[in-house]
Each structure stands twice: as C-alpha cells, then as structure tokens.
C-alpha cells in the first residue's frame, strides 16, 4: 500500500501494557491537563512496572535456585520513585556518581545495598563509598592503588570485586584483562583492609552468548583466586539484557522493507537497538542460566557448585514499560506537497537517538486534542524540536499518520524510561527540564500523579 508513493503498513507501534494503553486511548483529556499543568514533554513514570519487571527476573533465578543478588543500573533513568520501587521489593542500587549514592542513601539504602560499577570514580565518591561499605567494582590497577591510597588506617575489610575486561572486548576502554585481574590479586594478598569478592563484568551488546564466554573466563579466575588463598562469593554480569519495544514480526518487515528514502537524510542509520528482539529479559535470562559453561555443566549449575551468588546489574530492563514522554505539538508545518514537519514543544533530547546517529524505531502515538473538522487526509512528516538547531529532530525517520497531527495535539512516546528521558535533557534555549513525575492508582484506581521526590510517593 503506498501514500503518494510512500509505502504504509510496515509501522512500528510500541507494545504497551495495559495500565498505558487505557491511559493513552481513554483518558486523553487527563493526559491534556497533565501538560496543561506540567508542561511538554512531560516524562511520566509508573514505579510499580519497574517491581513487575524485577519479580520477573527474580522468578527465573528462583525457579533455577540460583543465589542472587539484583541491582538497578540508576544511571538509565535517575527517576527517584524508581529507585525507591528497586530497594522496597528487594533490590539493591548500582550508583555511578556522588550524587546518585547520595539520593540512594537518602531514600534509606544501607551500604550492603549499593554497588558502585563505573569505571572513573572520583576520590570523594570513593570516600563516601567506603564510609558505607558498599560494595565496589575496581576497573584498574590504577584505581586499585586509588583505592588503597584513601583507605584510612583503620578500615574494616572493604568489599571489592574486581572488574574483567573479557578476551573479546579488547578495545574496550573498561575492565582489566585477566592476567592484570591476577596481578591485583596479588598486591590484595597484602592488603587486609580490602576484601575480594570476586569478580565483575559489564558488557556492550546485548547477546546472552557474550556472557556465556566472559563467564567462563571469569570462572577460571575465580579457580586461580581460590588457589591464591581467596574466597571469593559472586560474579557480577553487569546488565545489557534487552527488551521489547515493538512485536518482532513487524520489526522484521520493516527492517526488511526500510528504504533510503523513508528518512529524510536520504540515509539509513547504520546501526540500531534491537528493538524488537526475539526475548524477553525473563527468556534471555533463562537462556543464560541453561547455557552450557564447560564440560556439560550449566551456568547455573556451575554457580551452585561453586556456592557464588550472580550479581547483576539491570538498567534497561528494569524500566521495560515503566514511562512514557508526551509532547505537545506546537506547529504542523507543509514542506511541499507530500511531507511535513511537526513541531513538538520543548527540549527534544528526549527520545534521543538521532543524537547517536541511530533512531528510535518505534512509532509515536497521537493523541488528538482537537477533533478535525473533516476526515483529514494521511500525511507524512518527521519530527522536530522546538531550537534552531537543524540537528534538533527527534524523527528523521517520515511517520505516516492516517489522520492529520494538528497544533496542540499530544505525540506520546511509550516506553522511554531506559536512557531516553535524561540522558540529553538541558535547558537550550531557556526551556525549563521536562517535568517528571510517578503515576500512581488512587483510592478509586483512578491514574494520579505524585511528585517524583525522595519523600512523597
Ligand atoms: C550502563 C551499565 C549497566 C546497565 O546497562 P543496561 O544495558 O541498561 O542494562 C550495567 N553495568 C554497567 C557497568 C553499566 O555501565
């Protein structure tokens, strides 16, 4: 089927849960006051998803008796609701920064609750980390010495796992290659305020095999840590299990069906997230712990002979269908007599994958504000923010919509709570941070907003 030559049919629409769905095509003139309100876009986010999504994970490693422990990756989405839901059914905090250990803290997480994973920590953010005895992840020697260096005199033992930087990823700039990861062992055989806890890895991609192999190697290493006097109790996986933003059959045809001139550059990214891939974080999970490691032996059997716990650090999955941005539509403007461009209000470094020279392959969803006058017809348009930057556009991809997108009309993206809310927000060109507050259900189950603070939810 084709628009003026365009083909339609192949969209992407986002999968939604139903809490969303209901949201988004019943209540529209909530939605409408909500931005009245808070303005646009406005970043909306329900906690309760992100304890869905954890008992989820919890389940498959339960149900494979694996031991556990499960943090969420903050920095995917610093949401304060988030955080709280993660520690109040059970999780701990993977905190990247002074100022997220500090939030954490202050919404009550003790020091056994934290695991600190990024690779440049500053001296004061080791200080602070130390003073709680949270858990901390030594990308280098480097940071090693570091370390040692601040610890004072009298330090009870400090855990620390040690982070591998696997055979495969050797351009990575993160980790240590195992034969560093031995050389430190060494120097802690010598340092008794240092505890080794084992070892940790976080890897880019999204393959459940990566981790197979890295595991692998890590358990070699554990063998060589023990043999040196050690116990070691976990290995930490890092996170990078990935979601489903739209069903994979359409993803599939419109992968095979895209074309040049369906973006406006006249390009085709030439890389994206997965975004309708094959498995669930559950399914991939799993498939992870059945794996075999060595000689017929599972993943999850390996980690039960060996009595160590697998750590993890979830950022993205975590926030799977846990928010949505809503834009309001400032200008529908013609470009010539097929296409247009939408103007939504407000920074749109929201959705922010043109900024990585990719796209966010999933469809916006339209909510109409104005009801049109006539059965207007389809258009095409791609989507732009509101600064005079020629770079500003959420969409280079053209969206066809069967009904025309007028001013004031809301485009909601589903599904933005992992890295596409925060990562990019600033105030260019004046305009206020996009507002970001909890969904919650009332007494009468009626969605409401509550701030999204350290004490009100
Ligand atoms: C970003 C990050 C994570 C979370 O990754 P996701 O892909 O969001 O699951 C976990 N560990 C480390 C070290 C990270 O840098």
Redesign the pocket.
């Known amino acids: 089927m084709t628009l003026h030559g365009h083909k339609i049919g192949f969209g992407l629409p986002p999968i939604l849960r139903s809490a969303t769905a209901d949201l988004l095509t019943r209540h529209g003139p909530l939605l409408l006051d909500w931005v009245t309100c808070y303005g646009s876009p406005l970043n909306l986010v329900w906690p309760d998803a992100l304890q869905k999504n954890l008992a989820a994970l919890k389940g498959v490693l339960t149900e494979r008796r694996v031991g556990h422990a499960v943090y969420y990756?903050v920095?995917?989405n610093k949401s304060l609701g988030l955080m709280r839901a993660a520690l109040s059914a059970g999780a701990g905090l993977?905190v990247?920064s002074l100022c997220e250990l500090r939030d954490a803290r202050r919404l009550g997480a003790e020091g056994v609750r934290l695991v600190a994973?990024?690779p440049a920590k500053t001296s004061a953010f080791h200080k602070e980390l130390i003073d709680c005895s949270a858990l901390i992840s030594v990308d280098s020697p480097e940071e090693l010495e570091d370390l040692i260096d601040g610890l004072p005199a009298d330090a009870g033992p400090q855990p620390i796992l040690l982070r591998l930087r696997p055979r495969d990823q050797s351009k990575s700039r993160f980790g240590m290659p195992g034969d560093a990861v031995v050389h430190c062992l060494a120097r802690l055989t010598a340092e008794n305020r240092l505890r080794f806890d084992g070892l940790h890895f976080?890897l880019s991609g999204y393959r459940w095999e990566t981790r197979v192999a890295a595991l692998s190697e890590a358990a070699d290493l554990i063998t060589k840590a023990r043999r040196m006097g050690f116990s070691p109790r976990m290995i930490d996986i890092?996170?990078?299990?990935p979601i489903q933003y739209v069903d994979q059959v359409k993803y599939r045809a419109h992968l095979a069906a895209q074309a040049p001139e369906d973006y406006r550059t006249g390009k085709i990214p030439d890389s994206f997230y997965p975004y309708g891939g094959t498995l669930s974080p559950a399914d991939w999970l799993h498939r992870l712990l059945e794996a075999e490691m060595s000689q017929g032996q599972s993943v999850a059997g390996y980690l039960a002979r060996e009595g160590l716990t697998l750590a993890m650090?979830?950022?993205?999955?975590l926030t799977d269908q846990a928010a949505i941005t809503v834009f309001r539509i400032s200008r529908v403007k013609a470009l010539g007599p097929d296409s247009h461009v939408i103007f939504v209000e407000g920074s749109s470094f929201s959705a922010c994958e043109t900024w990585f020279a990719s796209e966010f392959l999933v469809d916006p969803i339209l909510v109409p504000v104005t009801r049109p006058a006539a059965q207007s017809p389809p258009i095409r348009a791609y989507l732009a923010g509101h600064s005079c930057l020629d770079e500003d556009v959420i969409s280079n991809r053209w969206l066809t919509f069967p009904i025309a997108p007028q001013a004031g009309d809301l485009l909601v993206y589903a599904n933005t709570g992992?890295?596409q809310m925060d990562l990019l927000e600033n105030e260019f060109h004046r305009h206020p941070m996009p507002a970001r507050l909890c969904v919650i259900d009332d007494a009468e189950g009626r969605a409401t907003l509550v701030p999204d603070t350290i004490g009100e939810v």
Do not use: C, F, N
């Open positions: 990756g920095k995917v993977d990247s994973t990024g976080h890092g996170g990078g299990l650090e979830p950022g993205r999955a992992g890295y």
